[in-house]
């Protein structure tokens, strides 16, 4: 999504050093792949985190809603 995630190095192991028009096409491949593994490794980390929090709201919320009950009830005695 033109943000720069990484810089992938490649050397060539001809004599010449160049890589050929079908190489610069195999490593623009092989480059936008990687970048898709990366954002979706970002994107699942920041899909646990939004449970992770949404669950703890949950788990207050319940807390809170137990707690303001038992305020509210009388006590009962012997």
């Not at 050929?20 to 195999?26: I, P, Q």
């Not at 792949?33 to 699942?44: C, F, G, W």
């Not at 939004?50 to 009388?74: G, M």
């Amino acid at each position: 999504q033109g943000q720069h995630v990484g810089t992938l190095m490649m050397t060539s192991s001809r004599g010449g050093g160049a890589f050929s028009t079908s190489d610069y096409r195999l490593l623009q491949a092989i480059a936008d792949y990687l970048a898709l593994a990366i954002e979706r490794s970002q994107l699942t980390e920041e899909a646990e985190e939004a449970r992770a929090l949404h669950e703890a709201d949950r788990l207050r919320s319940q807390f809170i809603s137990s707690v303001s009950h038992e305020l509210r009830t009388p006590l009962s005695s012997r």
